[in-house]
Each structure stands twice: as C-alpha cells, then as structure tokens.
C-alpha cells in the first residue's frame, strides 16, 4: 500500500480553501495561458510577498492571485494539482472550500467555477482514490444580501455543493449577520460550517454555534480564552478545525509552541488538523502534523488521535467514514511497530 511508509497518518482534510492551494508556478503558467499580466516582477519577487502581518494582509495576495483563474480547465486544474498534493500526503476524503463572490466580483460566472471544480471532483475518486465534498463559503466582508443571491444561483443551478461556509475578514463581521442565509442553506439540507474565533473574538464561535446552527468551527482557537465555551465544545462534541502553520504564518498565534492545540485536547475539544491556504502556509495537511510532532513531541497514537476525529467529523459517506478509521488503525500498528 502506498501509505505504508508514511510518517504521518491518512486522513481527512476538513479546512482548505481550493483558491488557497494556487501555487505561484501554476499562477504564472495560468498567468501565460490566460494573457493576464501580473503586477511582480518575477516568480520571485511574487514569493517575496508570502510573508504576513495578519490575515487581511494575506487575504489582498489571496484575492489579488486570483486574477488568473478565468475558465472552467482553470478550476480543474488548480483543484486536480491539490488532490494529487494531498492525495500523496495521505489525504482520503476532502471538504473542499471554494469563494463563489471572489470570482463573481471578477466577471467568472458561477457555472465556470462549478464546472471546473465537479469535473476535477469527479475524476478523483479514480485518478487519486479521494472522495470529496464541495463547500460554498460566504465572504463575511460582503453583505448578507449578496450572499443569500449567491446561495440562491448556487441551489437553483444544482452546483454539487454539500455545504456552506463563512470566511473572509473575521473582525467586525460577526456570524449573526448571515442567519437568514445559513437558515436558508439548513431549509435545503446543507452542511453548515464557520470561520469563528481565528482573529474573532471566543464570543464568534458561540455565536455561529448557536445563530447559524454550524456542525463545524473553522479555526475556533480563541476559544481558549472561554473556559465555559471550551466545555461546552468538550461537552457537545464539537469539531475544530485548527490549521496550526496557518495560524503561526497570520500570527494568531506567536511560534508554534505557543499554538493552543494541545490545551484544546487537554479540554476534551475535539481538534482536527488542516492546511487552510497551503500555497501560501508553507505546507499541505501532512506539512501541518508534522510541524505538531516535531514540536510537540508527538508520535503515532497522538497523530493518529487527531485523524481519527478528521474523520468522525468529516462529511464523507459512512463507508467513507469507517474506510478511513481503518486505515488510520493499520497505520498506527504499523508505525508502532517499527
Ligand atoms: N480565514 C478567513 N478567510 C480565509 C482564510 C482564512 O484563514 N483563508 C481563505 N479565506
Ligand atoms: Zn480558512
């Protein structure tokens, strides 16, 4: 089997947004194929700027990158170049994000995006032995009415989307402004997810929990400050998914030593593992637990504790699901044993 000589387990990957994984070799080879001029003087002056201050400041390079996604071969592409990055890092099962208003507000049509995106999705399973669920997030910067548009075109087109999500700039934009959006997503038997707690305060995620009935916490890592919250998360089972190279790159958190990740667990939280923009973080899923073993000090039943809640808390098929679990069961044999 491939993944036999894997350091890091398989599992599933919960928090990554599909516009994040643009690497800057693919943004300049798009860049050509679409005659889009780009405003760096080279490839290397474009990787000079993949240095951060907070998330806006990643946020303009994100939306800026963009700019070279144009047809639906475009989105295929970009989201086929992940799947196999994943895929060889262990990745089974993906709840891929993607921003419809980005590419909206650039004149792409929603059904360039979706095609691109179904096609790639579709050829994964065989190509890369992956399964994936396709979630629309809301750009919480953006007014609840566009959002609600948005959602509507998504649902009357049949886009293939399983769920909805809430992203963007967190501060100021607090969850409630969404509800009647997330209502309607509930009404349609949409998955429901948040981004809540990132730079945003504990208060956030509670909010989100409770007004826009979220079965995930994107990021959720300011819940370390709300020792009540924490229980509650601990109490009802709530997942986090926690993107620790994410979090250290957008300085949420100081170096990785000083990510809350292993007081969360302490807590009882739920915690998952994710790589949130990998082309931009420095590092796919695999990249992420093994920055938390290296620094933690983990080994196989701590790494393979974390995969297995990416699975529990994964919107895969049941079979997906149990798939997975054992999978993840044999690798740490396997690891434990050498
Ligand atoms: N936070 C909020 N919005 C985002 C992120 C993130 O980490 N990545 C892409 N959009
Ligand atoms: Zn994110």
Request: aromatic share 8%; hydrophobic share 45%; with cysteine.
């Amino acid at each position: 089997m491939s993944t036999d000589r894997h350091d890091t387990p398989p599992c599933a990957e919960l928090h990554v947004h599909v516009e994040g994984t643009l690497e800057p070799d693919l943004i300049y080879a798009l860049a050509e194929r679409n005659a889009v001029a780009l405003p760096y003087r080279d490839i290397d002056d474009l990787r000079r700027r993949y240095e951060f201050e907070d998330l806006s400041s990643f946020l303009d390079l994100y939306y800026a990158n963009m700019a070279v996604l144009q047809t639906a071969d475009d989105f295929a592409d970009l989201a086929t170049a992940y799947f196999a990055r994943a895929a060889a890092g262990g990745v089974r099962h993906v709840d891929l994000f993607f921003d419809p208003q980005a590419h909206l507000v650039r004149g792409v049509a929603l059904a360039t995006v979706v095609e691109g995106l179904g096609r790639a999705i579709d050829e994964a399973a065989e190509r890369f032995d992956l399964t994936v669920g396709l979630i629309a997030c809301f750009l919480r910067d953006r007014s609840p009415e566009e959002a609600l548009a948005v959602l509507r075109d998504l649902l009357s087109m049949d886009a293939g989307i399983i769920g909805v999500g809430l992203d963007s700039a967190e501060r100021g934009n607090p969850p409630a402004l969404f509800e009647e959006v997330f209502a309607l997503a509930a009404a349609n038997g949409l998955r429901r997810v948040a981004h809540a707690g990132e730079e945003g305060p504990a208060a956030y995620v509670a909010e989100a929990l409770d007004v826009l009935g979220i079965e995930r916490v994107d990021h959720g890592i300011r819940s370390i400050e709300d020792p009540r919250l924490l229980a509650r998360l601990a109490a009802e089972g709530v997942a986090l998914t926690v993107c620790p190279l994410s979090n250290v790159r957008l300085r949420a958190v100081a170096t990785m030593a000083d990510h809350p990740l292993p007081q969360l667990i302490a807590a009882g939280v739920r915690v998952t593992v994710n790589s949130d923009d990998p082309a931009y973080f420095g590092g796919y899923v695999d990249d992420n637990y093994r920055a938390l073993a290296d620094v933690f000090g983990w080994g196989p039943a701590e790494l393979a504790a974390l995969a297995r809640h990416s699975a529990t808390a994964s919107f895969a098929s049941p079979e997906g699901r149990q798939r997975l679990l054992d999978e993840i069961d044999e690798w740490e044999r396997r690891a434990v044993g050498v």
